[in-house]
């Protein structure tokens, strides 16, 4: 059986090839909008959703919104809370 020897250039390596990867999951995590409103469009995109499903969302006050001017605005945390809130746990 042959053997390999780990010298210390390859742990090296590994160390910033795992930091790397480290890094780029907490990075892909973390992409939340720079902004804390939201528009409807931007809602819609981030959440995969019609028009009509997002304006019952608001009428069943299962998400809420700000309305100034004509334009509905949603806090981005607010929605994160509503999606943590309704999780549901498939493992028994």
């Known amino acids: 059986m042959a053997s390999k020897i780990i010298t210390p250039e390859d742990l090296n390596e590994f160390k910033v090839d795992l930091l790397s990867d480290i890094k780029e999951l ?10 804390k409103w939201l528009k409807s469009p931007e809602v819609k995109k981030l959440l995969g959703l019609s028009s009509g499903t997002l304006q019952n969302l608001r009428i069943n006050g299962t998400l809420p919104y700000t309305k100034i001017g004509g334009v509905i605005y949603y806090d981005y945390e607010q929605i994160m809370k509503v999606l ?3 999780m549901v746990n498939t493992s028994n």
């Not at 907490?26 to 902004?35: T, V, Y």
């Open 26 to 35: 907490i990075c892909k995590k973390s992409k939340a909008p720079e902004k």
């Open 84 to 86: 943590e809130e309704n």
